[in-house]
């Protein structure tokens, strides 16, 4: 019958709204499900993902030496022209001259953080970190230099 | 007879919805002609966000051009890298590592719910509903932190590589995922009473947007766009890569061929996701994560094509080589440009609300389109 | 016992020993004028603040929470950079109107807090056809809106405003018939008759089932009325960027805003006043000592109570539904809110007649 249909109709619809209500309403007395990260507030407790690709560095160690031997691998596997090489040679004790990292330039402001340099690099001179708070007021400052002022290569490191 | 109502006469309303407009998702232009409420023609304007991609990939070796497939569909960067580095490997001819296959597939199916969860909140929200969004927005949530662990980025993870995979998985890897499963199973209901069993929800997506088998077949229509008419169209049953053969899981097939039919593929296909997923992070065999290739790849002359399944519909990967160290020429058939096609056919005869609801479930990426 | 009533009564009767009655009068007009627009930007912040709370914690996030405790002085600053915003006017507009239309919408939003009685004897104008008045001022706003939408020269707005006009118009009837089956049982029209008749309990549980059913007709109605969601064609985001009043900027835009709010308030506040009895606490039969405990409260406690109770309702609407379409809206209202309020209104009549009602 029509009018047992109408009925039939309303109510069904009023159901459905009020389940929708419902699930809202539970949230609503729910504050335990609130998942909002409060992130600059909770900058002592936020943990990353240790692999989380946040910026190219060079680890250098106690005696402010580090992996790079200067073979441009890395700046060859960078599809963006990220990473640019600058070599000397130094004068060993024996009077050969040996191929050594001068510079290590980085152009944060180019990178996508595809991780393919820190893959192609032979001795793992290089990593990412998980900084990811990189904003700056002056766009100079996103160029880098990874290797640290008269840092050297590690003994040992070919 | 579509040529009658398709010109623009005299007192008819053309309204530019977009580039910036809420309900297009992107920079997408369309140019809508109305008689009142009442769409006459929809025609797309696009090249907003064309970065020439397959155009760079051509100056970039074949290891360095994945990354940058990861920017067209960004809600399926694991689905477009894995059709690449398929792609590169079918002419390398390496033996991929079962357990880089597992690993691939896994990933794939997350980044597919994940892909569709944001869909459903996307949805939603054209429709009005706000509050959907961000409860999609938890689920997916987790698995970007899954991802985050494993691959090292949220969004663009950049994890395939040609010969499997960058890294081996996170020791939390399937702990975390089995978690991630029971707290989507124990939410599914909850998306069912607010939005899917919602009466204003199904009648905002009843009879909108019909498409034919026929058309969905003759536009080019695949992914859920063509399984919600009935189309059987999953590349993964068709032409099975990795481990798919492997796995159990059914085709969603609808024959509604509305704008439900094709919301309803969607939320059954993130359950075939966790089923596939279910029958896989238990069994991951030991292994390699990755094949040993040469450090500079180098593929032989010759044509190469790869299709997959991306959450969108069929991806496919061309390319051309002339035996040197970067491709001659790479041709994406991209899913989101076909389905887009399809959208003024669908939706003349309805209202402007409409024209948001049936362009919603086509789960339009624009940078996918554009490339 | 604290009350508004014993306020207005100490400042007029010290006003009538100090000045002579002409004063007084118009003392007690720019009072009165104050005190209205101090209560609207009250209502507004609060409102606005209220929303973006339930709309959040529904959504499983914090909502503004860093201006004062639990950011309840974000509103506030929002306000201050909308008043720092640049007014603009577009080009082809037509001017007076487009300037004219916020100031439509507000005015009328003003007129209507005149009868609403917000405590026990405190009430702007005790007109014995208060109801009538309301609902007939209130669906002036649409003249604004609809001034909004043609003057903006802006396709969007056009559309987003002739919605609204058929919205306002066809659920104008349904809501009418829903006020007017209250009318019925109590035979006035006077805002302070109808609160008075509810001494003994509130009309949604002493009218039986057509009362409840005409609370709900009521509540979706105004709901519409007000372009609240699921109702919001007028401003559908998703389709019509904002609507009527997509032009709009810096303090115009938050006029409409405000006035949307105001227009929340004033009908959550006749819906109590009709279903809720107003400021008039809970009473029970003739449980003496129950009664006599709920007085204690406040009348004003009572009376804000329940209308933040249904302003909740409405805003629990907003979050939870998909909007409606344009055709839907209007089969809604004259498929089935207008027959089932037609035949409600005749069962009210027939219980009114009989006295079944308590
Ligand atoms: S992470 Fe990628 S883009 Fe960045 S420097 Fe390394 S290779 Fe280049
Ligand atoms: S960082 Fe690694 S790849 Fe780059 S120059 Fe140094 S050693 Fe070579």
Redesign the interface.
């Known amino acids: 019958m029509f009018l047992k249909e109408y009925i039939n109709d309303v109510l069904k619809a009023a159901k459905s709204l009020l389940t929708g209500m419902k699930v809202t309403g539970y949230y609503f007395t729910h504050r335990k499900e609130i998942i909002t990260e409060q992130y600059p507030d909770n900058r002592a407790t936020l943990q990353l993902a240790e692999r989380f690709r946040g910026e190219v560095v060079m680890p250098h160690d106690e005696n402010n030496q580090h992996a790079c031997t200067g073979c441009s691998a890395c700046e060859i596997a960078c599809p963006n022209g990220t990473i640019k090489i600058i070599n000397k040679f130094d004068i060993q004790p024996d009077g050969k001259k040996k191929k050594a990292i001068d510079t290590f330039v980085y152009h944060l402001e180019l990178c996508t953080m595809c991780g393919l340099c820190v893959e192609a690099c032979p001795t793992s001179a290089i990593k990412m970190a998980n900084t990811f708070e990189h904003s700056v007021f002056n766009r100079n400052q996103l160029t880098k230099r990874l290797n640290q002022p008269g840092s050297k290569i590690r003994e040992g490191v070919e | 007879m579509i040529e009658e109502v398709g010109t623009t006469t005299e007192g008819d309303l053309v309204i530019n919805v977009g580039p910036q407009h809420p309900a297009t998702h992107g920079v997408l232009h369309l140019v809508i002609t109305l008689n009142g409420e009442t769409i006459k023609k929809v025609e797309p304007h696009l090249g907003y966000i064309h970065r020439s991609i397959e155009k760079m990939c051509e100056s970039l070796t074949y290891r360095q051009f994945i990354y940058v497939t990861s920017r067209m569909d960004y809600l399926s960067a694991h689905i477009n890298n894995h059709a690449c580095a398929l792609c590169v490997e079918k002419g390398l001819q390496v033996e991929v590592p079962q357990r880089a296959q597992y690993i691939r597939v896994i990933m794939d199916e997350l980044t597919r719910i994940a892909s569709h969860e944001l869909w459903w909140g996307a949805m939603a929200m054209d429709l009005g509903a706000f509050t959907p969004f961000f409860h999609a927005f938890r689920e997916r949530e987790t698995i970007n932190t899954i991802m985050e662990e494993t691959c090292g980025a949220r969004l663009t993870m950049n994890y395939m590589v040609p010969g499997g995979v960058m890294f081996d998985l996170h020791p939390d890897f399937q702990k975390k995922v089995k978690a991630f499963i029971q707290q989507y199973t124990s939410k599914i209901n909850e998306y069912d009473e607010l939005v899917t069993g919602n009466i204003i929800f199904q009648n905002r997506m009843k009879g909108i947007g019909y498409v034919t088998k026929e058309d969905a077949i003759s536009y080019g229509c695949t992914g859920p766009v063509a399984r919600g008419s009935g189309v059987a169209s999953d590349i993964r049953k068709i032409a099975p890569y990795d481990v798919y053969d492997k796995v159990e899981f059914d085709e969603v097939l609808e024959t509604g061929g509305d704008s439900f039919a094709r919301y309803l593929v969607r939320v059954k296909e993130m359950q075939q996701s966790i089923r596939i997923i279910e029958q896989l992070i238990d069994n991951i065999p030991e292994g390699d994560f990755q094949a040993k290739t040469k450090a500079v790849l180098k593929l032989p002359k010759g044509e190469f094509y790869q299709r997959v399944e991306t959450a969108r519909g069929e991806l496919g990967v061309y390319i051309i080589s002339e035996g040197g160290t970067t491709p001659y020429r790479i041709k994406f058939r991209s899913p989101g440009f076909s389905n887009l096609s399809i959208l003024d056919h669908m939706v003349r005869g309805h209202k402007i609300g409409d024209l948001v609801a049936a362009m919603g479930t086509l789960d339009l990426v624009i940078p996918d389109i554009d490339r | 016992m604290f009350s508004l009533e014993g306020i207005t009564k100490a400042i007029d009767t010290w006003l009538n020993a100090h000045f002579n009655s002409t004063v007084v009068l118009l003392a007690e007009c720019v009072l009165v004028g104050v005190a209205a627009i101090a209560l609207f930007a009250v209502l507004g912040l609060g409102l606005v603040w209220m929303e973006r709370k339930?709309?959040a914690?529904?959504?499983?996030?914090?909502g503004p929470?860093r201006l004062g405790p639990k950011g309840i002085f974000q509103t506030s600053a929002d306000t201050l950079k909308l008043i720092m915003k640049e007014g603009l006017t577009p080009d082809g507009a037509d001017k007076f109107l487009f300037n004219l239309a916020p100031f439509i919408v507000m005015i009328v939003a003003m007129l209507v807090l005149a009868p609403i009685s917000f405590a026990k004897n405190f009430q702007i104008w005790d007109i014995n056809i208060g109801v009538l008045y309301v609902s007939a001022v209130s669906s002036l706003s649409v003249i604004g809106i609809l001034m909004a939408g043609w003057s903006s020269n802006n396709?969007?707005s056009l559309?987003g405003a002739m919605?609204s006009g058929a919205q306002i118009v066809s659920y104008e009837l349904s809501a009418g018939l829903a006020i007017i089956s209250i009318v019925v049982l109590t035979g006035s029209l006077s805002i302070n008759d109808i609160i008075q008749s509810q001494q003994n309990g509130w009309w949604i549980f002493k009218g039986h089932i057509p009362a409840i059913i005409s609370f709900i007709i009521f509540i979706i109605a105004v709901t519409a009325e007000t372009n609240r969601?699921?109702f919001?064609?007028a401003e559908?985001?998703?389709?019509?960027?904002a609507g009527f009043h997509t032009e709009y900027s810096g303090m115009k835009f938050a006029l409409f805003f405000l006035a949307e709010y105001i227009n929340i308030f004033i009908v959550c506040s006749i819906g109590a006043t009709l279903f809720f009895g107003g400021w008039m606490p809970l009473h029970i039969g003739n449980w003496e000592a129950f009664n006599h405990i709920m007085d204690f409260i406040p009348s004003s406690i009572w009376f804000f109570g329940k209308t933040i109770f249904l302003i909740f309702l409405i805003m629990?609407?907003r979050?939870?539904?998909?909007?409606?379409?344009?055709?839907?809206l209007l089969n809604l209202e004259w498929k089935?809110l207008l027959p089932?309020s037609l035949f409600n209104l005749l069962l009210m009549t027939v219980v009114a007649i009989m006295g079944w009602h308590f």
């Open positions: 339930v709309a914690v529904m959504q499983i996030r914090l929470n396709k969007y559309l919605r969601a699921p919001d064609l559908a985001e998703s389709e019509l960027t629990w609407f979050w939870t539904f998909p909007r409606l379409r344009v055709d839907q089935y089932i």
